[in-house]
Every structure is written in C-alpha cells, then in structure tokens.
C-alpha cells in the first residue's frame, strides 16, 4: 500500500520550519547596535572629561614663624597683668590648691607701674625708687640686695648695668650675678663677704645662689624684671623657655613669697 502523501509536503514543511540562522542573524544586529550605543556613551565621556578642568588644589595658608608673630607683637609693652597670666597659666594643675592661693600676686598692690615707651632704665628706676639715695645708707649684711634685676642673659644684665650708671651713683654697690666668666664657687664667696646694694643677674644663677644661701631676699625693696628687652629674635624673657621656667620657679619658691611677706614690689621695665 502506497503513503498516500502530497507531492509538496517537504515544500509545505519547510515553510513552517524557522530558521534558526536568521534568528541568530537578528540577535547579533541587536547586540551589536548596543555596543555601538555603549561606545558612544564611553566615547562622549571621555571628551566631556578632557574638557573639564581638573579640580585646582587649595593652596595651603602660609604659617607664620614665632619670629614673625613676635616681631609683630613688639609694639606692645609687657605689664603687670600678662606676667601674672603667664604665672597662673604655667603653674596650672601642677600645685594644690593652698600652693595656687599662695602664689596669687595682686596687680595693683604687688606691681610698680609699668614702664612707658619713653622711659630710660634710669628714668624709670627713678620713678619707682625716688628714696634711692636714702636707701643707700641702709646698714646691709653681705649677700642681701636692695635691689634685685633679672635678665634673659648675661650680655644684656652687663648692657644693663652700664645703663643704669647714672641711677646707681658711685657709692652703690653691685652684684653680677650671671654665669658669664664667673664661676658659682667665685660667686658664691664673693657674696658671703661683700655688701651689695643691687643685683643683677639672669633667673638660672639667682636662683642656684639663693638655693646655697649666698644670695638673701630678706631685705629686697623692689624686684625689676626686664620684661620688654628683646634679643636678635624678638624674644623676650618669657618668651625663651629655658630662662623662663627659671624665672618661674624663682618667683615661685622665693620671690612671691618675699613679697607676700614683705612690703617689696615688683616693677616691668
């Protein structure tokens, strides 16, 4: 028996079949109108980053040096009320509270006036000590100042010095007390046999010479500090911190307490 089949059903057949390569074809069109689309995109932002300008750095604030800041601040003269803020500031959390009462110094009471712009060392010596040539006849015992003046160094205490001739009269007599060419031991003697009316001398060696009891507070009139001197740098005695943590430690342990005990005072040349 016979397939009774239609002479056309292979023709019929393979028009009903897809084909599976145009199907293909059209994935891979599709697929490569993406890519196109993608590299434009890539393309377009490559050209808009090139024309962007890249982001400018912040320049950095130039600092200014500590000779810089204080040369700035030399116009302004040192007084009573800075000193005992640079005392309160540096003893802070270091003494109890009986030990900060005791080191308070009253800036009225405790303060000579402040010297002026137009003061010589003389002048203003003068102005705070007006009973000097009285206070020269004063019975004193070796090692025991009217008068004590501290330095930021040994050049300055001899500049000092010099300056003061005029004030201090031929029959005062004074007290180098600073390390240059003078040996503690030399002046350690020296201060057990002479009487001296002034001494002058850097916060280090007052110190070290009051510790050996060489040097005595006990009769002291006035306390000068040479506060608004200033050296090739700008720098004053608080500002150098070696000479200032002795300066420190000198008013703590036997200045203040000289003053708190005494009529003495001290004065900001």
């Not at 932002?45 to 604030?61: C, M, V």
């Not at 509270?97 to 006036?113: I, N, P, R, S």
């Not at 015992?141 to 330095?151: E, H, M």
């Not at 703590?252 to 004065?267: A, E, V």
């Amino acid at each position: 028996m016979a397939d009774n089949l239609d002479d056309e059903w292979w023709e019929k057949q393979n028009n009903q079949v897809p084909d599976s390569g145009s199907e293909s074809n059209d994935e891979d069109v599709e697929i490569e109108k993406a890519d196109s689309k993608q590299n434009k995109r890539k393309i377009t932002t490559t050209e808009t980053d090139k024309d962007e300008d890249p982001p400018k750095k912040k320049k950095k604030k130039k600092r200014k040096r500590i000779t810089e800041e204080l040369k700035e601040g030399s116009s302004k003269r040192g007084s009573a009320e800075q000193l005992v803020q640079v005392i309160e500031k540096h003893f802070d959390g270091k003494l109890s509270a009986v030990e900060q009462d005791e080191m308070k110094l009253d800036t009225g009471h405790d303060f000579y006036g402040s010297s002026e712009e137009d003061h010589t060392p003389t002048s203003y010596f003068r102005s705070i000590l007006p009973k000097w040539n009285k206070l020269l006849k004063t019975e004193l015992k070796p090692g025991s100042p009217l008068v004590l003046v501290l330095c930021s160094s040994a050049i300055r205490a001899v500049e000092l010095n010099r300056e003061l001739k005029d004030f201090k009269t031929e029959s005062c007599k004074c007290a180098k007390l600073f390390a240059k060419h003078f040996k503690l031991e030399e002046q350690q003697k020296f201060l057990e046999k002479r009487v001296c009316h002034l001494g002058i001398g850097t916060p280090n060696r007052i110190l070290a010479l009051l510790k050996l009891k060489a040097l005595h507070p006990d009769v002291i009139k006035a306390i000068v500090l040479d506060f608004n001197w200033r050296d090739v740098k700008s720098k004053r005695i608080i500002d150098i911190p070696d000479v200032k943590g002795d300066l420190l430690n000198l008013m703590k342990d036997y200045l203040i307490p000289h003053i708190n005990s005494s009529k003495c005072k001290i004065g900001i040349l």
